[in-house]
């Protein structure tokens, strides 16, 4: 079976982001970038899956400029066989990739599909969700177990209140937790080995996707900023201040 | 112009959460109705009846719909939302899940999250883990937004009295099955519903000292939260995770113990009307968004504070 993971080039989860002077976005200028945390996750249930003997092939797919090749170079020196960018310089909303993934997916016919729960710039949670209606895929979203047998897939979902478990029938997609696997480092052997292995590019115009706009961003501002408050010196004062100055107990 | 909101709901009791996202409908103004899908829930479109500000409950009680899998349910929505500018979910692990499959199925784009209503197209929402607020007008005809509870008030659940219609429409996609589920028990009030919440962190040690947090929250009424440092050691379930991944909790008052403040935690809890840090360390980031913060140790502090209140 082949399963086919997808990646996001985004800041760096440790940059605390600035907002442009002019309101019209986040500041990306010189700003560290990596792959989405969630991503990760995916690609190390997907080789897992393969040492398991699950998974024949790992494809990992990235969507975006020419520089994401560094995100998909990152995959495959952590397992992944091959890479697929689908180059755009273009703003590419949640449901344009889902659209663009149906066609690589359509392309590819992979069993099972691992994307990350959320990217942590969009903070969307949207694409896993759009592409299995794209391609009528059952989903199990926000998975911490995945377990394959035969021609179904069992996933553990993490949802409010505790776990929930669900059957679905592959083809599927699944979108990762944090709590599914801890993924590991790459190593400098498989780094190098990552450079010879292959990485196609496309566009969406190769896909016959229009990349069309939904949604239109008016302005960026950085959230109400929090009085400064102050440092008690015991648990007494604390107690008091909690229920003379803020009234709250 | 007209609204549908997706009630979360157990088959028993409509949630809390949708009562927020009432609140935002009538913001967007129109007449607002709701979705009750389920099985065996007619108690839950009773009540739903009663909300005050809904106008018309549709209830599509079936089999297919019992566990509420987004394969079906999403199915149901979209044939139903044509009738709708605007189709709305609280931004719940429920909701996060079925709607984005609507919104693709409807081929629009959907605003996740949305903690203002600026016009009828017009929405606020928080990206960069709460670090930037985007403003976003939806071009598209049908407008699909889940959201944030804690960016409105609670509508009232009674006062009320909105007809009740039945949708016979079945959707069973047969793809996905029901196998189990394991749910978190507690006494406490829920977390994203509490006016005070009391959380700890890796500082906390292990799982048994949370006994000390369990404490002061009996004494205060409160939900007990965690970061995910605390999570990930295994010292509580994940559904007690507060921040960017977790819950997104705005209490009157929460109670940081232990917890270093890391950006991911701060996006879920930065929005709280008082904060109070434990820490031992002065210089935690959490003490930079603290209304009032105590340098202590927390096993000191924290039975202290208990015996006070």
């Known amino acids: 079976m082949k399963v086919l993971v997808t990646v996001k080039r985004v800041i760096d989860y440790n940059v605390k982001v600035r907002v442009k002077s002019d309101n019209s976005d986040v500041d990306l200028n010189n700003v560290k970038m990596a792959m989405n945390p969630f991503c990760e996750i995916a690609v190390e249930e997907a080789v897992r899956l393969k040492e398991a003997g699950v998974a024949s092939e790992v494809v990992v797919v990235s969507l975006g400029p020419q520089a994401a090749q560094e995100q998909l170079r990152t995959a495959l020196a952590l397992g992944a066989d091959r890479g697929i960018l689908v180059q755009s310089d273009e703003n590419l909303e949640s449901l344009t990739v889902a659209k663009l993934l149906a066609k690589v997916i359509g392309e590819e016919q992979p069993g099972l599909v691992i994307m990350g729960k959320q990217a942590i710039d969009t903070d ?125 107990i | 112009m007209a609204t549908l909101i997706i009630a ?5 009791s409509l949630k809390g959460a949708t009562l927020n996202a009432v609140t935002a409908a009538t913001q967007i103004g129109g007449d607002v109705h709701i979705l009750v899908a389920g099985a065996g829930c007619q108690g839950v479109a009773d009540a739903a009846a009663s909300v005050a500000g809904i106008s018309k409950v549709l209830l599509a009680d079936n089999a297919a719909y019992e566990h509420q899998l987004a394969e079906n349910v999403s199915l149901l929505v979209a044939e139903l939302g044509t009738d709708y500018s605007h189709v709305i979910a609280p931004a719940t692990t429920a909701g996060k899940n079925l709607m984005p499959r609507v919104a693709a199925l409807l081929d629009v784009a959907q605003l996740s999250d949305v903690i203002r209503v600026d016009s009828e197209d017009t929405f606020a929402r928080p990206i960069y883990a709460g670090n930037a607020i985007a403003t976003v007008k939806s071009l598209d005809a049908i407008k699909v937004i889940t959201i944030r509870g804690t960016g409105f008030d609670a509508a009232a659940a009674e006062g009320g009295s909105a007809v009740i219609e039945a949708v016979t429409a079945v959707h069973d996609a047969g793809i996905s099955t029901f196998v189990g589920e394991e749910m978190a028990k507690s006494d406490r009030p829920e977390l994203t519903a509490a006016s005070v919440i009391v959380s700890g962190g890796r500082g906390m040690g292990n799982g048994e000292n949370f006994a000390l947090l369990e404490s002061l929250a009996d004494k205060l009424g409160a939900a007990v939260g965690a970061s995910r440092a605390a999570v990930d050691a295994g010292f509580v379930p994940n559904d007690m995770q507060v921040g960017q991944t977790g819950k997104i909790v705005a209490p009157d008052l929460y109670i940081a113990v232990g917890i270093s403040g890391a950006i991911q935690h701060l996006a879920g809890m930065k929005d709280s009307k008082v904060i109070v840090a434990i820490n031992k360390d002065e210089e935690a980031p959490i003490f930079s968004v603290a209304d009032y913060g105590l340098v202590a140790d927390l096993f000191d502090a924290v039975p202290e504070l208990d015996g006070k209140l």
């Open chain 1, 124 to 248: 969307n949670n949207q694409t896993g969700q759009m592409l299995a209606a794209l391609t009528g895929m059952p989903q199990g979203t926000f998975a911490s177990e995945v377990k394959v047998s035969g021609d179904k897939v069992q996933v553990t979902r993490e949802v409010d209140g505790g776990l929930q478990t669900v059957e679905l029938t592959m083809p599927a997609i699944v979108t990762t937790d944090l709590r599914l696997n801890e993924p590991r480092y790459a190593s400098l052997p498989n780094i190098m080995k990552a450079k010879r292995k292959p990485l196609e590019t496309k566009t969406p115009e190769d896909l016959g996707v229009a990349v069309k706009a939904h949604t239109q961003l008016l302005k960026v501002e950085p959230p109400a900023q929090r009085q400064a408050g102050i440092k008690v010196t015991s648990v007494e004062e604390l107690v008091d201040k909690l229920k003379n100055e803020a009234k709250v």
């Open chain 2, 8 to 12: 979360e709901h157990d088959n028993q």
